[in-house]
């Protein structure tokens, strides 16, 4: 098992990209704490996987804080809560939208940062892993300000693995292409059989990533197979940023 006793936070684990991580790090031995903003969501993927869940707004300073608290000392922490807008002209995304980008998809690596990288620098180890996307490599118009969140998820993760390094502790992301995942119908606009075959015709496999290959993938990079890798974003996309 790649990840036996390893303990494991999975930020926005209640569906989607982190239900799929939170599985297989359970399949591989780690104990999980599956932490989302939706309490039901959490408990069912918990109950599954024989985790813990946690309640959390990772945009919240109170919340993150209550997540450290309850999950003790851990081994692996992976930010994978995200959101979108919407695909619509730059002007016209809202205030509110462009806040809640920043504060979910980019405040809150900081605040789990600060939260967890002082105990990690104690024991000399720890594995952090962002969720960053094939849009902050290869972005998609009429979602740029997602795009751009997730270019800083990327630059984040490089800056943290350098300085980090030192203190035993690496840093990486996962950069996955649109998947079989609620928040699908947000990028394309709408679920059209039209729109997936103009979203699938960038993907030179030909399909949409799922969690179980964000699972495999996330397992890799969060093991001893990868402890010579850090500051990568690796792309599981099926091409497309070829």
């Known amino acids: 098992m790649k990840l036996k006793n390893k303990i494991a936070i999975v930020t926005g684990a209640g569906s989607g990209f982190g239900a799929g991580i939170a599985q297989k790090f359970a399949a591989e031995g780690a104990r999980v704490i599956v932490a989302d903003i939706n309490a039901s969501a959490a408990e069912a993927v918990a109950a599954q996987i024989g985790g813990q869940a946690q309640v959390c707004d990772v945009s919240d300073i109170q919340s993150v804080a209550a997540l450290h608290a309850m999950a003790g000392a851990v081994d692996i922490l992976v930010n994978n809560a995200g959101v979108t807008h919407l695909p619509c002209a730059t002007e016209d995304v809202s205030e509110d939208d462009f806040d809640r980008i920043f504060l979910i998809n980019m405040k809150s ?3 789990m940062a600060r939260a967890f990288v002082p105990d990690f620098k104690t024991r000399g180890s720890g594995v ?3 969720i960053a ?3 902050g490599v290869s972005p998609r118009p009429r979602l740029s300000w997602y795009n751009a969140s997730k270019g800083w998820v990327i630059t984040a993760t490089r800056a943290l693995a350098v300085e980090l390094a030192p203190s035993g502790i690496r840093v990486n992301a996962l950069n996955p292409v649109a998947g079989e995942t609620p928040l699908l119908k947000s990028f394309m606009g709408e679920d059209t059989p039209e729109m997936r075959a103009k979203f ?3 993907i030179p496999i030909g399909r949409f990533s799922t969690p179980e290959d ?4 996330a397992c890799f990079l969060c093991s001893e197979e ?3 890798i850090t500051g990568v974003a690796m792309e599981v996309d099926g091409g497309r940023c070829i």
């Open 109 to 111: 690596i900081y605040l």
């Open 128 to 130: 952090i892993l962002n």
């Open 133 to 135: 996307s094939t849009a």
């Open 200 to 202: 699938l015709s960038t």
């Open 214 to 217: 964000m699972g495999n993938a």
């Open 226 to 228: 990868a402890s010579m």
